[in-house]
């Protein structure tokens, strides 16, 4: 149900995105810069969610260890591109990416499942392939410290800027209205609703990254960049898209290093009409609004944005991409209700608590052929071969180039599915015996033969990958 709720939701937005397309033809939506008069009263009205910090209000300790962990990254060939499936069909992204964060987590996007390198967690034993793998996961693990105060203050902020506007809009209804009971009622209910701060375990859960997808490009080394469509922009290095797979209404905190040389630091001339297609930026929209401008914002050394709360969910954004490399380190509460190895871990358990062994002979059998517990340890079997061991094995072994900390739990996973393996023959021998009540052996059969069709499926696909 889930699966076809989402296809539906795809092919909503790919027939909204085409006719948006068709609507514009040659002609281009309005866009604007920190150039344009109106940008900032643009901000302030549309975009007041995206909060924006330029470099000089980062510690220098801290650049120069980040920039340093970047530069480590790469040089130890560390990034790479990751092949994500769109519509059935595969694509190699044409950003390179690391996941870096907390040991045991995941971040899956476009179907691919990205396993975090592990930065040095407390109560963790983990080897790096060298001392300064381990100092650049270290970097990264305090940039994420730095980052999560900056999302607490700033969500903080928001909170108090929505209050006064509130209690403005109430001080002006006083003022503007006669006094009547009703409409002394009305601004007390409003102003019972300011008085409810957000509670602290509400900003921890929005802003305690557990994670953070690293990125890089050097653009003069792309063949081909994709054309920004709605607004001309120009070269874009990532289409416009909403972040995946993230806890509601968490905050994304994205610091920017581009390797910019003075040259392209010096090109932003006053005849440059738009983007400065020099200078990398982030490109904002609402989503699916013909109306509103969008607005491109440049990108320096060191920059950091959040984007705050729903914006996430209301509006678009893209990267726009300038002629220098450039990295960015992305923080994200990624929802780990799903993709964690204690998750998968305690799914194979509950999956294997219906196979027992004979204490004389030693024969594996089930406890219970009830369609229900058959139905939930197939789902375990296809959730931990296609969610895990084949998503690792087909990308996440390039991280062995930073730590083997992955191979142990995989080998663990891998026993656990030959174990399920052999409860799946153990369903099929069961059923095939004639003592089995007819509608209970029919009820497990059909159950059964719908995950068994499944896996078969995903198997093709992968063979075929």
């Not at 607004?231 to 994304?252: I, P, T, Y």
Request: proline share 3%.
């Amino acid at each position: 149900g889930g699966t076809m709720k989402r296809r539906a939701g795809e092919r909503e937005k790919e027939l909204k995105k085409k006719k948006l397309l068709e609507e514009l033809g040659e002609n281009r939506l309005p866009y604007l810069t920190p150039a344009d008069a109106d940008f900032h009263q643009l901000w302030k009205t549309k975009y007041s969610k995206l909060i924006f910090r330029k470099s000089d209000t980062v510690p220098e300790e801290l650049h120069q260890m980040v920039q340093e962990s970047f530069l480590t990254l790469r040089e130890h060939n560390c990034f790479f591109q990751d092949l994500v499936r769109i519509k059935g069909k595969d694509f190699l992204t044409p950003v390179s990416r690391i996941l870096i964060g907390n040991p045991g987590c995941t971040y899956k996007y476009l179907n691919t499942r990205l396993f975090t390198v592990p930065w040095p967690a407390e109560g963790y034993d983990i080897k790096y392939c060298s001392p300064q793998i381990h100092d650049a996961c270290k970097a990264l693990m305090r940039l994420n410290d730095y980052l999560h105060i900056e999302a607490v203050k700033a969500l903080q902020g928001q909170n108090l800027f929505e209050t006064k506007e509130i209690k403005d809009t109430v001080i002006d209804r006083e003022q503007s209205f006669a006094t009547s009971l009703t409409e002394q009622g009305s601004v007390s209910e409003v102003q019972s609703g300011v008085c409810v701060p957000e509670d602290d375990r509400s900003l921890k859960n929005r802003t305690s990254y557990n994670l953070t997808l690293l990125n890089y490009m050097d653009p003069l080394q792309m063949l081909y960049l994709k054309q920004e469509p709605y607004f001309g922009m120009g070269n874009m290095a990532v289409s416009w898209h909403h972040d995946e797979n993230l806890v509601e209404r968490s905050v994304v905190a994205v610091y920017s290093y581009s390797c910019e040389d003075s040259a392209i630091e010096e090109s932003n001339e006053q005849e440059l009409k738009g983007r400065d297609p020099a200078v990398w930026h982030v490109g904002l929209k609402v989503a699916w609004d013909i109306e509103t401008p969008g607005l491109a914002i440049p990108l320096h050394r060191g920059d950091i944005y959040l984007m705050l709360d729903d914006l996430n969910m209301t509006h678009q954004h893209c990267v726009l991409a300038g002629l220098s490399p450039r990295f960015s380190s992305t923080h994200r509460v990624a929802d780990s209700s799903r993709g964690t190895l204690e998750y998968i871990l305690g799914r194979c358990e509950l999956a294997l608590q219906n196979l027992q062994t004979d204490s004389d002979s030693m024969a594996l059998s089930l406890k219970s052929l009830e369609a229900a517990v058959v139905k939930q340890v197939e789902e375990i079997h296809n959730e931990v071969e296609f969610e895990w061991l084949r998503q690792f094995w087909f990308q996440g072994k390039r991280y062995l180039k930073c730590t083997d900390w992955w191979l142990k739990p995989m080998a663990k996973l891998e026993e656990f599915w030959r174990k399920m393996e052999i409860m799946t023959s153990l369903v099929l021998s069961e059923v095939r015996k004639e003592q089995q009540i007819e509608e209970q052996r029919n009820e497990t059969v059909s159950c059964f033969l719908l995950l068994l069709k499944e896996r078969q499926k995903l198997r093709k696909e992968w063979t075929a990958r």
